[in-house]
């Protein structure tokens, strides 16, 4: 398999075999780096790590992985660069291919990343737009693999808003990797009727199936994993709060969503997760509509079902892998 030279920006452009390669890899570097084996073969190389949006678990895990590789990082945060205010998408690309080795950019629109890529001589990752985040993808996958042991036919269900970065992605993998992905939510909140379209025509191909249903108890039903993510995403605005507190509490994860899934049901989340009070977010919340739990109940949370911080860890050791693989 060779991956060099080559984007990663969403996993409609990569290959199934592909896709289960990076997860092999970055379970062989998490074994390696268990085992206090280090791999820093690409020494001397540096990477630039362009973030519009916050992040806790992605830049970390850019900055560690990197390092681990041996390499250097520099950090370019939401406001401290020329990029969007005084200089193009396509400048910026120029110039930084002169100085690095390989380019992680989190924003807004993929058509942004997709831009960068485009003019940039080296390698570009995806470390989240509004569309798609294929890294996490990576790292849900090896969790999965790890608790399951294998990837093909696993029933994954997702709760709550579905028409952003986190459902899509996972619809666009659930139908590349043969597994059977629900989106369980408001039919207002069912991803993109085109995107729909084009992962069912992959998941033909693949035995993947593709279900868009409103009915929880039907839609978590004796499934594999439940995935949730958060309601309101970075950069949307605060008053879509009351519209989306209304329309998806019913999809809140809680213990009857559990108890109605597969016995050795897990539950996963992309992080970070409002599941009780100990955020100025989740306590603004309270505060203005009454509750103290969102997306998931802190019970399902803390659960031993609950892999979150498992899949937090993975997304080093795969984004690691994605590095390794292209550069
Ligand atoms: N899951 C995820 O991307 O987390 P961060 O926003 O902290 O990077
Ligand atoms: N949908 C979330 C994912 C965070 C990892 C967001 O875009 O804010």
């Not at 041996?70 to 005084?86: A, C, E, F, R, V």
């Not at 930084?96 to 890529?117: C, D, T």
């Not at 597994?179 to 993947?208: N, Q, R, W």
């Amino acid at each position: 398999m060779d991956l060099k030279g080559r984007d990663f920006l969403k996993l409609l452009d990569f290959t199934t075999e592909e896709i289960e390669y990076l997860v092999d890899l970055a379970a062989d570097l998490k074994d390696k780096k268990k085992r206090g084996i280090p791999v820093d073969t690409f020494r001397g190389k540096n990477v630039a790590l362009i973030f519009e949006k916050t992040s806790t678990r992605t830049r970390c895990s850019f900055e560690v992985a990197a390092h681990d590789l041996g390499m250097g990082t520099t950090y370019l945060d939401p406001s401290g660069s020329q990029i969007g205010k005084k200089e193009s998408i396509a400048d910026t690309a120029r110039v930084l291919s002169g100085m690095f080795e390989g380019i992680e950019y989190r924003g807004y629109g993929q058509e942004i990343v997709e831009e960068l890529a485009k003019y940039a001589k080296v390698p570009v990752w995806n470390g989240l737009t509004n569309e798609f985040h294929p890294t996490q993808m990576l790292a849900d996958l090896l969790t999965i693999k790890e608790h399951f042991g294998y990837m093909k036919g696993i029933k994954l269900t997702y709760m709550g808003d579905a028409r952003y970065n986190m459902a899509n992605s996972l619809m666009v993998t659930c139908a590349k990797m043969g597994m059977h992905f629900t989106a369980c939510t408001s039919p207002k909140y069912f991803p993109d009727a085109k995107l729909v379209e084009e992962c069912k025509a992959i998941a033909a191909t693949t035995g993947a199936t593709i279900t868009l249903t409103d009915d929880v108890m039907a839609g978590t039903k004796d499934v594999d994993v439940i995935y949730t993510d958060v309601w309101v995403s970075m950069g949307e605005p605060d008053e879509v709060w009351a519209e989306r507190i209304h329309d998806l509490l019913p999809y809140q994860v809680n213990k009857a969503a559990m108890d109605n899934a597969g016995d050795k049901a897990i539950f996963l989340h992309c992080l970070p997760a409002f599941h009780d009070l100990d955020t100025k977010i989740g306590k603004d919340i309270q505060e203005r509509f009454g509750i103290s739990e969102m997306e998931v109940t802190d019970e399902v949370f803390e659960s031993e079902k609950s892999l979150v911080f498992e899949e937090a860890e993975n997304r080093m050791h795969t984004i690691k892998a994605v590095m390794a693989a292209t550069l």
